[in-house]
């Protein structure tokens, strides 16, 4: 029972380490290996995951959740809320960032009113705010800052290439959610005071850890600052990390830089970006992430525009279409393990129809 349950619950991790494992057949491990991991994304995941589970421990998010239900009172216009909360802060702090610190918010909200019915639908739109809304800013996707600096691309230019489907992008998630019937919310259960203190220790490490992700900071500082930190405060924090996420990105990273060794997969993507660079990179996003797929066909394309939109739009799609939706699919599971398959149902019918719409409209622009 606990074999099975461990499968369960780690069915991406699992899937990613025989995704990793097969692409070793075909690239034996050398010394190339150690450029494959994207060692401040590790970090800053790291990071994130302690402080938000620190912040947990001292009641903060449950009592923000209990405030937006005060102040809103019915179920549209709280995740309305988290959804734009979402969009805002995943121009600012990145998109991973920003659903690892509102996921958790957006959680609370619906426990604490008794409206975890909710919670499928909620959690897939905050992963659309993240993915799309970040797409805006160079440092608001990982795929962006990379583009960005590689291409040299003019700021005003950036902007201007990726705000049309960004505008999109929010008239589709504002429409999906006012679909939601606006019934009213109350709050349940005793009340729980804030630990004041702690919360407010834990959100200076926070904000450390969003200077890390802004390369204000080293990253290497967070390996020291966090943990030595939390293990005179918030052991706890530091055991409720989920590893397993972590080794799911590192096993994701050894599947994507063998692919892109792989001549005859060098030699196949030179010709579909060729033809069709938008649609090429976004789907091939949906293969093997829109991250790894901006730094393998950048490779092969000069035409930055299209391969900016298209993996910025293949964010939407599969499971590992983006990263980010990897924390998002986690999270739900730590909560609702039992809906795994009906959360990836849904998942997938709203990301392919927001996929589907961006790819049109793009297309003809």
Same mark, same amino acid.
Request: net charge positive; aromatic share 14%; proline share 4%.
């Given at each position: ?13 699992? +899937?990613?380490? &025989? ?23 590790? +970090? ?14 001292? !009641? ?23 959804v734009y909360i979402t969009f805002i802060g995943s121009m600012l702090?990145? !998109?991973?960032?920003?659903?690892? =610190? ?9 426990? *604490? ?8 639908? =909620? ?25 960005? +600096?590689?291409? !040299?691309?003019? =700021?005003?230019?950036?902007?201007? &290439? ?10 589709? @998630? ?37 200077? &890390? ?12 600052? &966090? ?48 033809k069709n660079a938008l649609l090429c990179s976004a789907l091939c ?9 901006? @730094? ?6 000069? !035409? ?13 799609? =599969?499971?590992?279409? $983006? ?20 959360? @990836?149902?849904?998942? $997938?019918?709203?990301?392919? *129809?927001?996929?589907? @719409? ?8």
């Amino acid at each position: 029972m606990h074999i099975k349950s461990f499968l369960k619950n780690n069915i991406m991790m699992l +899937t990613a380490f &025989i995704a990793a494992a097969l692409t070793v057949l075909f690239v034996p491990v050398d010394r190339a290996y150690k450029g494959y991991f994207d060692y401040k994304t590790l +970090t800053c995941l790291f990071c994130v995951l302690a402080v938000v589970c620190a912040l947990r421990d001292a !009641n903060f998010f449950y009592v923000m959740a209990n405030r937006i239900v005060v102040r809103f009172r019915n179920v549209r216009a709280c995740i309305v809320v988290l959804v734009y909360i979402t969009f805002i802060g995943s121009m600012l702090i990145t !998109n991973d960032t920003a659903l690892l =610190t509102f996921l958790p918010l957006g959680y609370f909200v619906l426990k *604490s009113a008794n409206k975890e019915e909710h919670l499928a639908f =909620t959690f897939i739109m905050q992963n659309m705010a993240a993915n799309l809304g970040g797409m805006l800013t160079p440092f608001g996707n990982p795929q962006n800052l990379y583009l960005y +600096t590689k291409f !040299n691309i003019p =700021t005003a230019e950036f902007v201007g &290439i990726l705000l049309p489907p960004f505008i999109v992008s929010i008239l589709l @998630i504002t429409v999906c959610c006012l679909f939601v019937k606006p019934t009213p919310m109350e709050l349940s259960g005793e009340k729980v005071e804030l630990k004041a203190r702690p919360t407010a220790f834990y959100l200076a490490l926070f904000l450390f850890s969003v200077a &890390i992700v802004l390369r204000l900071i080293p990253f290497w500082a967070g390996l020291i600052v &966090i943990p030595l930190a939390l293990i005179f405060t918030d052991r706890h924090a530091l055991k409720s990390v989920d590893y397993s996420l972590l080794l799911t990105f590192v096993f994701f990273f050894v599947f994507a830089g063998n692919m892109a060794r792989i001549d005859a997969v060098r030699d196949f993507f030179s010709m579909l970006m060729a033809k069709n660079a938008l649609l090429c990179s976004a789907l091939c996003s949906q293969v093997i992430s829109n991250v790894p797929s901006a @730094i393998l066909l950048s490779r092969f394309t000069a !035409n930055y525009a299209d391969l900016l939109v298209g993996v910025n739009i293949g964010g939407a799609g =599969t499971l590992i279409a $983006s990263l980010a939706s990897l924390i998002t699919y986690h999270e739900y599971l730590r909560h609702r393990p039992e809906d795994a398959k009906g959360f @990836i149902i849904k998942f $997938s019918i709203y990301n392919f *129809s927001f996929l589907a @719409i961006l790819l049109i409209f793009t297309s003809l622009i």
